[in-house]
């Protein structure tokens, strides 16, 4: 079965330091990668997704993400945190293929909280 | 905003009822998708509806079961509910058939029972 795991749950930073969440996926074929941002009292939001082509991709606010197929990886990056990037990072999955639907296949989930 | 709404925002039911939750897709999408999201987990597939179809179904009984209206519009509909059926019900819209489809999400219904 296809499932997404992301190693922090919760990881707490101090403005101006760099930020790394891990996601790593277990399926064999192609996949579509995503991570979506919740903001406290929002509802979820794309921050950058991954199709085929250039395997390190940015996406809005600063935020970039590699994707690494041989380590069934996709982590998301970014240089200088600010208080503001307080929220929930879901790393996201979709298997490509016959048969496969748009499902997305999400982990738990990392809480990123901030500190001023 | 994404443009996809849902409603009711919040909801309270007791064991056993049932409930309806409905969802507007973004204009212009043909695909609507229904995830359970429960307190401090990722949300996970409930099914997919595409041109008035189901197109796909997660690992949930039958007493979930939807419906797509010709406007692209959804429900949910869940039957006997029980305890941990309480979670936000989350509903995202994409426009399946082109290359790759973005799942744009709204804000979610609270659904508790009690």
């Known amino acids: 079965a296809q499932s997404v795991s992301q190693h922090n749950h919760h990881v707490i930073l101090s403005e101006a330091a760099s930020l790394e969440l891990g996601c790593n996926y277990s399926y064999g074929g192609t996949v579509n990668l995503f991570w979506y941002v919740q903001y406290p009292g929002q509802h979820l939001q794309l921050l950058l997704k991954y199709f085929s082509g250039d395997p390190l991709v940015k996406g809005i606010k600063g935020f970039e993400a590699e994707f690494i197929k041989s380590k069934f990886s996709f982590n998301l990056r970014k240089p200088s945190v600010q208080w503001s990037d307080t929220a929930e990072y879901f790393c996201a999955v979709n298997a490509r293929g016959s048969g496969n639907t748009g499902k997305l296949i999400f982990g738990q989930g990392t809480t990123l909280q901030v500190k001023p | 905003e994404t443009g996809v709404t849902q409603s009711p925002t919040h909801l309270i039911k007791t064991r056993g009822q049932q409930v309806t939750l409905r969802c507007s897709s973004q204009s212009g999408h043909n695909t609507v998708s229904w995830y359970q999201q429960a307190l401090g987990q990722g949300p996970q597939f409930i099914f997919q509806y595409y041109r008035e179809e189901e197109n796909g179904r997660g690992n949930f009984p039958p007493r979930f079961s939807g419906l797509q209206f010709p406007n692209y519009s959804s429900e949910l509909n869940v039957n006997a509910l029980e305890l941990d059926d309480s979670a936000l019900y989350l509903c995202?819209?994409?426009?399946?058939?082109?290359?790759?489809?973005?799942?744009?999400f709204g804000a979610g219904t609270r659904l508790s029972v009690l």
């Open positions: 995202a819209s994409s426009l399946e058939g082109t290359p790759v489809a973005i799942q744009y």
